[in-house]
């Protein structure tokens, strides 16, 4: 399945960016003649019928080769490892920030969610996941940055990470506008999960012999409500990481965002793909490890699919 | 979600986001400038700009990019052209040209490329075959391709022969870099004999220039160049605001310009080389016909505009050559604004109820506000204007390769614009055969004033037949920090040399 997928993102992107546009018109200027862009396209290889390139480039992904950059002749796999400098810190760092908020936020909204300021606590998240992250963003820098000037408007140090506390400096605001939206999202999970749990027979068969409610909700509840969140937390992630992309351009770092919005810009087919391709793998690969974490903690899961029943992994 | 819950929803989002400003705005007092004292020759420049180039090289693809940050400055040219526009001589220090006007014959500076290679005539040889040479997509290379051979004379000198006396020659030669033979992918490096290195180059980020310690000429005033790109005009309104960047090399926004006055950064305005034309497709009808084209002109308040786009900055002009050349003619008034006359004109050609039309819309820079406008003006003498917005790159697959549009809407950059007048088969299809025999005899003129008064001639003719619309010049804004000197004011075609760009 992984790889049919992974098959089919490959095919459908390398149609699809031909169909849209030509690399060449990214090069020229005004006042080329019709003979340069021939050339410029004989060049790029974009004047060969498209089953031909479709193969050479079916060859180079084979031998893990994501090919040369049309526009500056970079190699695209190098490229994307260099970006990855910025990317992932910011995905992961984020990601864990909106953990470290979502958690008990909705657990405390859950929690008390019958006050009101557990009502408070949950409507607050609902607000924090609906506003979208790049406004998020343009208000912290301008309070942060432009007003009290904690934080750099943008930008990332030249050196990438030989000083790791420049590098996450400039990475503070980003991660902050990430998180809050993201730790929005998942609260409303954590509330939904812990109420989901608070209602179950075992818990309350669980106090009924004895144990304290925090016991039993470690030994009973915890086990069983993290076997749905595992799945909620692979797809935040794959969300955090597009979220990432998006806040690269607001905060002017050089990651994966700037590489592929440039690359349409350009035309540059090789960066897309090598980019998109990197995305779908990533995303198709943590559903994959999801399935596989869930399965280790929850025996059931495995029975069920020996049953040969499919399991709803991305509910 | 209910729309009683959407208004609740959109109240709090609004309440919390002024709050928010209020707060920004509370603490925007304070904003802290470099201290003004003597310029410190050690002091590295941070350039703030939204011109990245696509690549590294010149010949191919190499945008108006590429030339902010290397020509000059990194690359050098046989010739070098100021910022007034004259020419200088540069790696040429001597010039010899025969009788006939054909053979140019140069020697050479004393001069290393950064690599440590010695500048040789194989490498003037080299640099001029490979610009004008089949792979080449260079925007000038049509103007050099009056290059008929290059001879090595000896390895200080060399010979360039031309098929046809061309007098802008050694001006065109001031755009062309000198590379090292032996310099292998350009795209990626660089090798050339300016008073900078290239130390780092990290696509979508910065290009890191470094003093070149070996410079055979005057060292530069500052201890290095870093060019910071920003895809996002907001990102690098707030680089400059912040202190991220020391300068910006263009400012496309004059909204800003206010703030940025009022926190003590120095407004840079010179002159550009950058006309924003409405071009029509002067092939079909109707506007194949000159009194519907200046019905059209006559339409537009372009005052208005101006002021609308520019907040009164730039300059109006009435054909393609602006003011900084030598051949400029004022023909600012010479397709007034007269609704009346246009009105008329109208009714001359035949279309007294109007006629609709499309302008095909880049989606970049201005263009779309200008279309709007254009459509408002055009409205009020029955013309009905369709707006279709484009991507730059479907502009040059259908306007520009196919031919296929009606009217479009272009900021064309370069200074001696003029000549693609000349040519039938261009974009807009403007067909005047005096206008092509001037041009083309300019070109081959012996002296510039006979030169001068074949360009005026046809510059008078284009604006007769109103071949386009030629709505304004751009104003060149550029925006430093309190300290910063030394800052080039016209930036002719986006040339920027950093040498003497110094700060405190």
Sequence with gaps: MLLLAFALAVTILFVVLRVLGNPVFALISVGATDAEIAAAATRLGVDRPIWEQFLSYLGQLLSFDLGQSFTNHLDVGDEIVRRLNVTLPLTLLSFLLSVLIAVPVGFFAAWKSRTWYGTAFSAVSQLGGAIPVFWVGILLVAVLSLGWRMFPAGGFPRTDWEDPGAALYALTLPVITIAIVAGSDLARYVRSATLDILGQQYLRAARATGQSFATALWRHGVRNGVVPLISILAIQLSTTFVGAVIIERVFALPGLGDMLLVGIKEQDFPSVQGVLLFSTALVLLLGFLADVLQRLIDPRLRDSLSGNRRVKAAA | ?504
């Design chain 2, 1 to 504: 979600m209910t729309s009683r819950r959407l208004t609740r929803l959109l109240t709090a989002s609004a309440a919390a986001s002024a709050g928010l400003l209020v707060l920004s705005g509370c603490a925007a007092g304070d904003t802290s400038t470099s201290g003004s004292g003597a310029p410190d020759p050690a002091a590295e420049i941070v350039i703030g700009s939204q011109n990245e180039p696509t690549n590294l090289d010149q010949i191919f693809g190499g945008s108006s990019g590429v030339t902010e940050v290397f020509t000059g400055n990194v690359y050098e040219g046989l010739f070098r052209i100021t910022d007034d526009a004259e020419v200088e001589p540069l790696l040429a220090t001597e010039t010899e040209v025969s009788d006939d006007g054909l053979v140019y014959t140069f020697t050479l500076a004393d001069a290393a490329f950064h690599s440590g290679d010695p500048l040789t005539a194989d490498d003037v040889k080299y640099s001029l075959e490979r610009f004008v040479g089949e792979d080449s997509i260079a925007a000038r290379k049509r103007q050099l391709s009056v290059i008929d051979s290059v001879d090595v004379v000896d390895d200080n000198t060399v010979a360039v022969t031309l098929t046809q006396p061309s007098i802008s020659f050694t001006y065109n030669l001031g755009y062309v870099w000198i590379v090292n033979d032996e310099a292998g992918e350009l795209t990626t490096s660089a090798d050339g004999t300016g008073p900078y290195a290239l130390a780092d180059y990290r696509k979508g980020d910065s290009i890191t220039l470094e003093v070149n310690e070996d410079y055979w000429g005057d060292a530069p005033a500052n201890g290095g160049v870093v060019y910071q790109y920003y895809a996002d005009p907001t990102a690098l309104n707030n680089a400059l605001l912040t202190g991220a960047v020391d300068l910006v090399t263009s400012q496309s926004n004059p909204d800003s310009l206010t703030e940025f006055e009022a926190a003590g950064f120095q407004i840079i305005e010179g002159t550009s080389t950058t006309k924003e034309l409405l071009a029509f497709n002067d092939r079909i009808e109707p506007f194949s016909n000159v009194n519907v084209r200046k019905a059209v002109y006559s339409a537009i308040d372009r005052e208005k505009l101006l002021d609308a786009i520019w907040d009164g900055r730039g300059e109006l002009i009435g054909s393609m050559v602006p003011p900084s050349e030598p051949w400029y003619l004022d023909l600012a008034d010479n397709n007034p604004y007269d609704p009346e006359l246009s009105a008329q004109l109208l009714a001359d050609a035949g279309y007294a109820d109007g006629f609709a039309f499309t302008i095909d819309t880049p989606d970049s820079g201005v263009h779309s506000t200008v279309a709007e406008f254009l459509k408002s003006e055009l409205a009020k003498v029955g013309i009905t204007v369709d707006i279709n917005i484009i991507t730059d790159d479907e502009w040059y697959q259908k306007v520009y390769n196919d031919k296929n549009f009606e009217a479009t809407l272009q900021g064309h950059v370069n200074d001696r614009d003029i000549n693609f007048y000349g040519n039938p088969d261009f974009y807009w299809g403007y067909d005047n055969a005096d206008v092509q025999t001037w041009l083309a005899a300019s070109e081959a003129a012996s002296s510039v004033e006979e030169q001068t008064e074949l360009i005026a001639q046809a510059n008078q003719q284009i604006s007769d037949d109103a071949a386009s619309i030629w709505l304004y010049l751009n104003p060149q804004l550029r925006i430093a920090a309190e300290g910063v000197t030394g800052v080039p004011q016209n930036g002719l075609n986006s040339l920027f040399y950093v040498y003497d760009i110094t700060k405190a």
